[in-house]
């Protein structure tokens, strides 16, 4: 079975605080994504990675900042953490060559600022 | 830019009832399109993947058909459950300059009651 982790299910942090969130897959995927949920928005792509060491901002990446070092891990990064940053966060794999790009979702991560 | 729209946003029906969910992209040059569910506060499971050269796909009670010169899709539920309560979410993936997307619509909330 294909296995997109995220790190934590739950994280509460102070406004002003660097927040890391943490997302591995193990399929050898190229593709990586950030996704926030809200209610009333759906999801809205922060980042996405196709390789390793790259990156492109989505629709929404004002606020944050993405890692990508290896293959299989994908970093979001809120700089300075901010209430509007209160979000369900979900992190999503696939392959890059499109007949083969079924994504993969990992379970979500809700974080609260306070 | 893709958007994704699914009618109707909530759908209640009693068990037993074969349904369909519907999904329209304004841009028809997709390489995939992907249906997923989400459980309240989980992340995404994939349930089926529709490739642009494939007209349908089934799964179990679960199919799901794709007219990309239309730009539409719609997923049928035979038999609908209580366990089949759940938001259901349609998702394109599309090429841009900037490399491939993956872009949701909002969701049609489902459910079943017994």
């Known amino acids: 079975d294909v296995k997109v982790t995220q790190s934590s299910r739950y994280l509460v942090k102070r406004t002003g605080e660097k927040v890391f969130l943490e997302c591995v897959q193990d399929m050898d995927h190229e593709n990586m994504f950030w996704y926030r949920q809200d209610p009333g928005l759906g999801l809205r792509l922060i980042y996405f990675?196709?390789?390793?060491?790259?990156?492109e901002k989505g629709d929404i990446p004002e606020g944050y900042s993405v890692s990508r070092e290896k293959k299989e891990r994908f970093s979001l990064i809120l700089e300075s953490a901010s209430t509007n940053q209160t979000s369900m966060y979900l992190c999503a794999s696939s392959f890059r060559r499109p007949l083969r790009a079924e994504a993969f979702f990992g379970q979500g991560t809700r974080l609260t600022v306070v | 830019k893709q958007e994704v729209t699914q009618i109707p946003a909530a759908l209640s029906v009693p068990e037993g009832e074969n349904l369909v969910l519907n999904c329209s992209f304004t841009d028809s040059a997709i390489y995939n399109l992907q249906w997923f569910r989400q459980d309240p506060g989980k992340g995404l499971t994939s349930l089926l993947l529709i490739q642009s050269s494939q007209r349908e796909q089934t799964s179990g009670r679960l199919n799901a058909s794709l007219d990309k010169s239309s730009g539409r899709s719609t997923l049928y539920i035979a038999a609908s459950q209580p366990g089949d309560s759940a938001t259901y979410l349609c998702a394109v993936y599309w090429l841009e300059t900037s490399g491939s997307r993956l872009t949701f619509g909002e969701g049609t909330q489902l459910t079943v009651n017994p």
């Open positions: 990675s196709y390789d390793v060491k790259m990156k």
